[in-house]
């Protein structure tokens, strides 16, 4: 037994070396980049300090030095937390209709189905952003088409806002809802569902108390997967919020580019992967609490 758990460990550590090497060491980097002080043309000064973590949240005066909260940094905390949530529940309502339309399929259509829903993650996402700037600018097809059938006069500003950054991010990461939900919907045994009709239950009681409580993991996944990187999204806040409407990922571009702090960009990076790690908790301890139930 001795000399087969060596093995293993002996088999593993090419594995273990690179894990440590390739995705904790950049980490660690990071980590102490955020508690030393910020060079003057970019880079680091190697003195420790804790200034780049008091800047997250706080900000002193310049002239009197008084400590005060840092409302731009606030407000792009609660832009993307706000943000996120918006395209994770936005994702949701759209997504778990379509997954089950998909799993009511017939066998044979289901795979066609799950192309089209896969067929935009083959498409640079740069690309896919381009395409909404393209579908809900002043010029786009949807203020020419309102403008055509007479509903509006003057083009309605949709680039450039909060709703503009949702609205991509639902297109990009839809696919990341859908796919989980119509996963545990394919193993749904829809005998159960028709019982609930032989029992006059309601479409929506049958919605309610029997789909959703059998599809809950796949739905608890999706909106994590969809969360986690609209949580950390630059590309799509960048295109469609112009510059304006800032996410973390803008945030901390911002800081290792154009502000040359790099101390604060890692302590905001290392800030971004606290809230990551807190929601991953959150989906594992749901999780754990849904496998007694499934088992009964």
Known sequence: MAAQ???????????????TFAASGPLLIVLVYSFLEAGDYGGVKWVFTTDAWFNVVAERDFFDETIKIADAHVSIFWRSVKLS??????AFIIGFPTAYFIATRAEKSRDLWMLLIIIPFWTNLLIRT???MEIIRNEGVINTLLIKFGIIEAPIQ??????????????????????????????????????????????MRVLRRVIFP??????????ILVFVPSLGAYVTPRVLGGGKQLMLGNLIELQF?????????AALSITLLAIVMIALMFYVR???????????
Do not use: C
């Open 5 to 19: 758990a060596e093995r293993r460990w002996l088999l593993l550590s090419p594995a273990l070396l690179i894990l």
């Open 85 to 90: 949530l918006m395209t994770a529940v936005a």
């Open 130 to 132: 381009f395409a909404v």
């Open 158 to 203: 949709i680039l450039f806002t909060e709703f503009a950054i949702m609205l991509g991010m639902v297109y990009v990461y839809l696919p990341l809802m859908v796919l989980p939900i119509y996963a545990s919907m394919e193993r749904l045994d829809f005998t159960l569902v028709e019982a609930a009709y032989d029992l006059y239950g309601t479409r």
């Open 214 to 223: 059998l599809v809950k993991p796949g739905v608890i996944a999706g909106s």
């Open 257 to 265: 580019g154009q502000g040359r702090n790099w101390p604060l960009g």
């Open 286 to 296: 749901v999780a754990r609490l849904e496998e007694p139930q499934h088992g009964q």
